[in-house]
């Protein structure tokens, strides 16, 4: 599955995953040999691959003619993308989709292989030994287009209140493949207005972007209790024939901060929220359609009204499920707990800005993103990583400036960039990683970001807090690591943040158990973190029911008058 509508009416697109293609590993026991997977999928699914660290070859055979793009949706962590034998694109990290264009393919069977890598060395900045698995394989989904000379490549929709009414601007991207000059009509529907342009000249093999505003009378807002979707269509014409399409969804809501509330439509939301990796036992990070929806359902069960994805862009069927229910998104780049020697690495500046040149401009439409986040845990102490996290944040706001930025910290009053993003974000674990009372720790924390930091007044959110908890593991004397001790640990943290006046809300560290790299067995029983509130398999530990019933005992909105 794509996405949770369709994107396209006039261009053809198949979905080439979804379906069985063979593997064959290209190291180890096995090398050479073909299987069978279904795909989606981490090679770690299938029974002899469980631990395999290495390349792998997908291979599937398409019929198709003329110009055809092929969107990769994720591969995990580094691709290498053939046809017919030859290389036509390579990609790294697994979070982020890429596409190839090929021209004047001859209309018949063609073979398609996608060599996959997830081994940890220099090369690969992003992707290192950490605490949450890098598997491999091709985690999301495979598409196949057939593309015109003149295609679309995007489109933008920028929805902002003026004067009491809502307005949008639109930004259009059409692409000329062809080596001539060409007139195009285009036509632009955004939730109901219509726009056309006559005769628009598309210069040979480049680029043109065309923009208009509107304003509309009857729409209704994005709240997360009403999340209201509209459709914007553009489509392409040429001499009477309509040549392509592309069809995105969005929301009209706006969100800003004001002093030290964040404000979704004028009011200060209170943010009730889960960390959530792309983990599953049976499925590593390639989680199909119903497994997202049902970690959703679970979540929203919960109480909960936000999710941060860590530490990586998601897949766009969860953020399409978030669109249509009202939850509120913080999406960050890939990047956990990068020390300043791992931030050093050469290809780390331009593999973290690619993510981020990747996820904003395909990820933009969508409404449930209230906010992006960098660079989780790095160096944020020091003056080299400081200049990164700049050049990072600036990069941001050339991509969009209507939304807040923010990375979650763990320098205990030693972070030197607070101010540079609208928000201020730290991970605390009194509690777990020490024993100083949840109330006081934050309120320490707190008072010296006011006091001596470039974030004093702005809105402050707990990005992390949580405790670990073995499913199943009880004692009487309520040991760490036993689901009592997890429940009190989170009834303190949370009872702490929500408590406490300058917080705009907490997100509890974590979701449910994710399976670890190896290397980190250490301080990780099962080489699992276990700080879920429900273990890898979504059962409830004892501390399901504490979060419930805090997370529904506070509301959605911070209690201050909304401004108009
Ligand atoms: C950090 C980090 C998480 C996770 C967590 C933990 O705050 O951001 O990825 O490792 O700690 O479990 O300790």
């Known amino acids: 599955m794509i996405r949770t509508f369709a994107t396209h009416n006039i261009r053809k697109q198949q979905e080439l995953t979804g379906s069985l293609w063979e593997f064959v590993p290209c190291q180890g026991e096995y090398a050479g040999q073909t299987f069978q997977t279904a795909t989606p999928c981490c090679w770690e699914n299938l029974s002899d691959?469980?631990?395999?660290?290495?390349?792998?070859?997908?291979?599937?055979?398409?019929?198709?003619?003329?110009?055809?793009?092929?969107?990769?949706?994720?591969?995990?962590?580094?691709?290498?993308?053939?046809?017919?034998?030859?290389?036509?694109?390579?990609?790294?990290?697994?979070?982020?989709a890429f596409s190839v264009i090929v021209k004047d393919l001859e209309e018949c069977g063609h073979t398609l292989e996608i060599k996959a890598d997830n081994r940890f060395s220099s090369e690969s900045a992003l992707h290192i030994p950490n605490d949450y698995m890098s598997y491999g394989g091709i985690s999301r989904p495979v598409v196949l287009e057939q593309l015109d000379e003149l295609y679309i490549r995007l489109l933008h929709i920028t929805p902002y209140m003026e004067n009491g009414e809502w307005k949008a601007r639109a930004e259009i991207f059409v692409v000329s493949l062809s080596g001539k000059d060409q007139a195009v009509d285009v036509s632009l529907s955004v939730a109901g207005k219509v726009h056309h342009w006559k005769k628009v000249m598309i210069r040979a093999n480049e680029e043109c972007m065309l923009c208009e505003d509107f304003v509309f009378d009857?729409?209704?807002?994005?709240?997360?209790?009403?999340?209201?979707?509209?459709?914007?269509?553009?489509?392409?014409?040429?001499?009477?024939?309509?040549?392509?399409d592309l069809i995105d969804r969005f929301g009209f809501r706006e969100i800003r901060t004001d002093r030290d509330r964040i404000l979704l439509n004028g009011h200060a939301v209170r943010i009730k929220g889960f960390c959530r990796h792309e983990d599953h036992p049976q499925f590593g990070c390639a989680l199909p359609y119903a497994a997202i929806a049902a970690d959703l359902e679970m979540i929203r069960h919960l109480g909960a009204n936000s999710i941060r994805a860590v530490h990586y862009p998601d897949d766009e069927i969860f953020l399409d499920l978030c669109d249509e229910q009202g939850i509120l998104v913080w999406e960050e780049n890939h990047a956990r707990g990068l020390s300043l020697e791992d931030m050093q690495n050469p290809n780390f500046e331009p593999q973290a800005e690619a993510v981020i040149r990747e996820m904003i401009p395909l990820h933009y439409n969508h409404p449930c993103i209230y906010?992006?986040?960098?660079?989780?845990?790095?160096?944020?102490?020091?003056?080299?990583?400081?200049?990164?996290?700049?050049?990072?944040?600036?990069?941001?706001?050339?991509?969009?400036?209507?939304?807040?930025?923010?990375?979650?910290?763990?320098?205990?009053?030693?972070?030197?960039?607070?101010?540079?993003?609208?928000?201020?974000?730290?991970?605390?674990?009194?509690?777990?990683?020490?024993?100083?009372?949840?109330?006081?720790?934050?309120?320490?924390?707190?008072?010296?970001?006011?006091?001596?930091?470039?974030?004093?007044?702005?809105?402050?959110?707990?990005?992390?807090?949580?405790?670990?908890?073995?499913?199943?593991?009880?004692?009487?004397?309520?040991?760490?690591?036993?689901?009592?001790?997890?429940?009190?640990?989170?009834?303190?943290?949370?009872?702490?943040?929500?408590?406490?006046?300058g917080c705009s809300g907490v997100y509890i560290w974590q979701f449910c158990d994710v399976r670890v790299s190896d290397e980190w067995f250490a301080g990780r029983p099962r080489t699992m973190n276990n700080k879920g509130v429900v273990d890898e398999y979504r059962r409830h530990k004892l501390s399901y029911d504490v979060v419930k019933r805090i997370f529904e005992f506070y509301s959605d909105y911070l209690d201050i008058t909304p401004d108009s």
């Open 218 to 244: 009857q729409v209704k807002t994005w709240e997360m209790e009403h999340p209201e979707l509209y459709y914007a269509k553009a489509e392409l014409e040429r001499d009477g024939q309509k040549i392509d």
């Open 371 to 501: 906010i992006w986040g960098i660079l989780n845990e790095c160096a944020s102490d020091s003056a080299y990583g400081k200049e990164c996290y700049e050049k990072q944040y600036d990069l941001i706001r050339s991509l969009d400036p209507s939304r807040p930025r923010s990375s979650a910290s763990c320098k205990f009053k030693t972070d030197l960039c607070f101010g540079m993003p609208e928000v201020v974000s730290y991970n605390i674990y009194p509690l777990w990683y020490h024993d100083t009372p949840p109330a006081e720790y934050l309120d320490d924390l707190y008072q010296w970001v006011q006091r001596e930091t470039g974030g004093r007044g702005k809105p402050f959110l707990v990005t992390e807090t949580g405790a670990g908890a073995i499913y199943g593991f009880r004692n009487n004397h309520h040991a760490k690591w036993t689901e009592e001790y997890q429940a009190e640990a989170l009834e303190k943290q949370l009872t702490a943040v929500m408590e406490h006046k």
């Open 49 to 96: 691959f469980s631990d395999y660290r290495g390349e792998g070859i997908f291979r599937k055979k398409f019929y198709a003619g003329g110009t055809i793009r092929l969107e990769l949706k994720g591969v995990s962590h580094t691709a290498r993308v053939y046809l017919d034998g030859k290389e036509i694109a390579g990609h790294y990290n697994a979070y982020t």
